[in-house]
Structures are given as C-alpha cells and as structure tokens.
C-alpha cells in the first residue's frame, strides 16, 4: 500500500523567513496530494492541494510543488507569521476524488519565531 | 469551504461504558466519511471509512466490533465506541470528501 514520508519532524524559522516541507510516496497511482494544518485541539485544516496533472500551485505565500518522476511534493511558505506555527501535514491519495482514502505523512512541528 | 462538525468535542467516561460520538457534514452530502485516531504527537491514523447505506470498511488491525460505525444519513455518520478501556483514550477525528477531504474539529475521549 501506499506510503508517505515527511521531512523534517520540526522545523523552526524566524519571522519573514521561508520554510519548506517535504515528502515522499511510494505509490505512483496517488493522483491527488494535499496539505494540512492543524493546531493544537483542533482537526486538521486544508490549506492548499495539488493533483497529478499539475507541477505547481500557489495561494498567497503558500505553493505546493509537484515531481511525478520522482515521487515527491513540497510545502513552500514564504514571509512567515507566527500564526503560521503549526503541525503540518502532507496526505497522498488515489482512487476517486470523494472516496479515495489519504495516507498521511508523520507530521512537521513548524515553530516561526517573532 | 464544506464544513464538518463533531459532538461532543470532548467526553470522558469510566472503563466498560460504550460512548458514541457524531459526525456531521452541514453544508453537503456526503456518501463517504472517515474516521480516523491521533495519538498525542503523532498522526492520524486511519480507522475506517463510512459508506451511507453500507458496512464500513475498517483498516487492518481495527476491531470492528469495537468500533461500531453507522452511517445512517448523507450527512451523519457515528462511531461507537463500546467496551471502553483506557488505552482507547485518544483524539477521534472524522471527514468527508467532496473533492477535496475536510476535516471535523475532533472529539477528545478520556477513559478512566
């Protein structure tokens, strides 16, 4: 089955500093890659998704870059906020669009220091 | 986007009580939901997904018989929770997925 890697498990940064996140999955059929965020007590929150068909996607400071070849993804935050300090997660998924399952990577602790 | 709500967002019950916690999708439909369990620290785990109308398909090494899911409703699903012990103690979250996945605020189960 699928399987997804996250890395690094915590990331600090200074305020106005980028952060990036990576990850891995080994199913090549996974068609669809989103990312979220999640603040202490609460669910997971969907800040930005990229599918198969595309390399690159940005909303405001945030981008998700794609590399099928490789089977990678990346989270790009630009101009960090300490409202940004987060749990991250990156989620790979196959089958049809509102029923395939998403397997979740291990989570990056994002610290952004003012 | 689609919101997901959950209740209760926290319970706490003794050893051997049964608890059940909702699901709700309030502004769509949605024929599959999620559930998932989060450790402190670490991520969510997929337990099962939940079809309306259907048998819910549990993940390998999930205890069905513990883990009760009803999905009754377009817009609600449950997990039960029976027999409850304290290593069931854990953060409960569900989903539904229209094109994208969305998440509820979770609920917060304490066993004592």
């Known amino acids: 089955g699928e399987n997804v890697e996250q890395h690094p498990s915590t990331l600090s940064v200074q305020e106005g500093d980028s952060a990036v996140i990576k990850c891995t999955y080994s199913?090549?059929?996974?068609?669809?890659f989103p990312w979220y965020k999640q603040e202490l007590g609460k669910g997971p929150q969907l800040i930005i998704d990229?599918?198969?068909?595309?390399g690159e996607k940005k909303d405001q400071r945030i981008a998700v870059t794609l590399n099928k070849t490789a089977k990678h993804f990346s989270l790009h935050i630009t101009e960090t906020q300490p409202e940004d300090s987060a749990v991250y997660f990156c989620a790979a998924s196959t089958g049809s669009s509102n029923t395939g399952k998403l397997i979740f990577g291990q989570g990056t602790t994002l610290q952004v220091k003012p | 986007g689609a919101v997901v709500s959950q209740h209760p967002s926290w319970v706490i019950c003794k050893s051997g009580t049964s608890v059940k916690i909702e699901c709700r999708s309030l502004?769509?439909?949605?024929?599959?939901m999620f559930w998932y369990r989060q450790f402190p620290k670490q991520s969510l785990m997929l337990m099962a997904t939940s079809n309306e109308g259907s048998k819910a398909t549990y993940e390998q090494g999930v205890e069905k018989d513990k883990f009760l899911i009803n999905h009754a409703s377009l817009t609600l699903s449950t997990l039960t929770v029976t027999s409850a012990h304290p290593e069931d103690s854990s953060f409960y979250i569900c989903?539904?997925?229209?094109?994208?996945?969305?998440f509820g605020p979770g609920t917060r189960l304490t066993v004592t």
């Open positions: 199913d090549s059929a996974s068609n669809y």
């Open positions: 502004d769509f439909q949605a024929t599959t």
């Open positions: 989903s539904a997925r229209v094109e994208e996945q969305y």
């Open positions: 990229i599918r198969s068909n595309v």
